[in-house]
């Protein structure tokens, strides 16, 4: 019998496997689809405290988000690094806004309405540099757009600014490295395996699933939900509680166009609506524009970006870019659904991003997991296991904080210097593809490469630089199975690849699967 049965491959899933397993704890896993296959890896791809969530007052949130940064980017420099955001300032600005701030701003300075004045930004600023206790970010500055580079790209009447730092993570990656260091360390994880049911016997839940074996029956001490978006209908329709608890969906999307601007600095932009989005240099040769907030209605796999959203974000990008963006710059979109607690907020935008972690026991142990955000959902995994270590006595305690994810044992700033050790070591790499492997897989990336001494050495070129090398490594190593796992997960090259390229991929796939399926059963 397993000590824990988690229910869903998100980073709250993979997370709390992770944090369990280091515990000593016997951990079971099962996602219904791919890792990451739906919130995590659909998010604005930012290790940030949450500027405008100081608005809402939810400083808690802020500061652990805040605290988080730097404790995430010590343990995984591959897959997440510093940036700098430019929010441009200009003192006629005005916004739609019911937060807790504009509406004390309206009674205290009734002048004031429709503003957020500069006085208040830098306030908001010198909060979001000193409630977290920032060491390695660099502190926020003022900068002149008339001569700064950061203002060649905007329209030239916004001619001030503030620079504020934050962090770019890689999501999907950062839930398949937890998993995988959740495996190490004892877990089973079991990608393709959708929960049927989950039914509490007299001290323990057993679990039926079906998946690429068939069907199974699993016994656990505690059952965590973490289905994100379906965490409601786990709940409901797979353990059969009635709870007055739910999630409300919210629909967040963003669309990549070509490259917009030159340099490497990321853009905070503030609508007229009250509502924020970001640009930001996305995968060398695109920018990534994004997100909206939309009550989502219906499945949460079926979340696409509309056509208004598009419209919606190249409207507000353009009231700041010199250059209209259009339908035309876009190449490629995507919209995940966030499973927020239903906090009776009035609006999809005022819905709490905090986490809020349920804990039922009439019987057998269930927690179920509401809400998080990505960059707190290590202090989110701790939070789970403070309720759950109660139920195993001796338990070890927390461990998590600044131990490296496979592939990130190496300084904060040391990824220049491991890639041109991989340049080093296997000259025949391009100048991106070193750049590409060491981003993916740090000091992993020489073992994916193996011993090879040419491009041919490492098999098929199945386009955008992906090799069979690497897909195999992905296979074996990273709980691939399909195509789309390689291209929208474990890497954003379907943006480099035809849809022929990745049709082939799809086959080669299904074909080695089969493959070792047969070699396994013989």
């Known amino acids: 019998m397993a000590d ?22 016997s951990v079971l896993l099962a996602e219904q689809g791919d890792l990451a296959q739906a919130t995590s890896s659909s998010s604005t791809k930012l290790f940030h405290g949450g500027l405008r969530y100081l608005e809402y007052f939810e400083f808690r949130l802020v500061r652990e988000a805040l605290e988080e940064r730097e404790i995430l980017l010590s343990a995984m420099p591959h897959i997440s690094w510093p940036m700098r955001f430019v929010l441009p300032y200009h003192r006629d600005m005005r916004f739609e806004s019911d937060t807790p701030t504009s509406r004390l701003l309206g009674v205290v300075m009734p002048w004031m309405k429709g503003r957020r004045p500069a006085w208040l930004i830098r306030l908001g600023l010198f909060l979001y540099d000193t409630l977290g206790g920032r060491k390695i970010l660099p502190p926020t500055r003022t900068i002149d757009l008339t001569r700064d580079a950061a203002g060649q790209p905007l329209n030239p009447k916004f001619q001030h600014a503030y620079e504020y730092s934050d962090c770019w993570v890689e999501d999907s990656r950062l839930v398949v490295l937890n998993a995988r260091d959740a495996e190490a360390r004892g877990a089973k994880i079991m990608v393709g395996t959708k929960v049927l049911s989950a ?13 690429p074996e068939g069907r199974a029956t699993h016994r656990a001490k505690v059952l965590v939900n973490a289905g994100g978006p379906w965490v409601e209908d786990i709940i409901r329709n797979v353990a059969r509680i009635n709870s007055s608890e739910g999630v409300r969906l919210v629909r967040g999307s963003h669309i990549v166009t070509r490259r917009l601007y030159e340099h490497d600095r990321c853009y905070f932009f503030q609508g007229e609506d009250g509502r924020i989005i970001f640009a930001i240099p996305y995968e060398q040769d695109f920018t990534l524009i994004g997100t909206t907030d939309k ?35 876009v190449v490629w979109t995507y919209s995940g659904v966030r499973p927020l607690y239903n906090d009776g907020a009035k609006s999809a935008t005022a819905a709490t991003r905090d986490y809020v972690l349920s804990l ?15 960059t707190t959902y290590r202090r989110l995994a701790e939070s789970a296991m403070e309720k759950i270590v109660p139920f195993f006595p001796g338990t070890k305690g927390k461990w998590t904080a600044r131990v490296t994810l496979p592939g ?9 210097a491991l890639i041109a050790a991989l340049r080093a070591a296997h000259p025949y790499l391009s100048e991106y593809l070193s750049a590409r492997l060491i981003r993916a897989y740090g000091t992993e990336a020489m073992t994916v490469l193996g011993s090879a001494s040419s491009m041919a050495d490492l098999g098929h070129d199945f386009g955008g630089t992906l090799t069979e090398a690497e897909v195999n490594w992905l296979m074996t190593k990273e709980y691939a199975r399909h195509a789309a796992d390689v291209v929208w997960r474990r890497s954003k090259l379907g943006l480099r690849m035809t849809a022929a390229q990745i049709q082939a991929l799809e086959v080669f796939m299904v074909d080695k699967t089969a493959h070792l399926t047969r070699s396994a059963a013989e």
């Open 408 to 416: 990130g044992d190496f300084p904060v700033d040391g990824a220049d």
């Open 360 to 374: 039922d026991q009439t019987g057998a142990p269930l927690l179920n997991v509401f809400g998080g955000k990505i």
């Open 4 to 25: 824990l049965f988690i229910i869903g491959g998100g980073i709250n899933g993979c997370g709390i496997a992770r944090d369990a397993s280091g515990r000593g704890l």
């Open 199 to 211: 039914t509490r016997a007299s001290d323990h839940w057993e679990v039926l699933t079906e998946g």
């Open 295 to 329: 009550d989502h209605q219906g499945a949460p796999k079926d979340a696409v970006c509309t056509d208004e959203e598009r419209d919606y974000l190249l409207a507000f990008a353009s009231r700041y870019f010199a250059k209209p963006v259009t339908k035309e710059d």
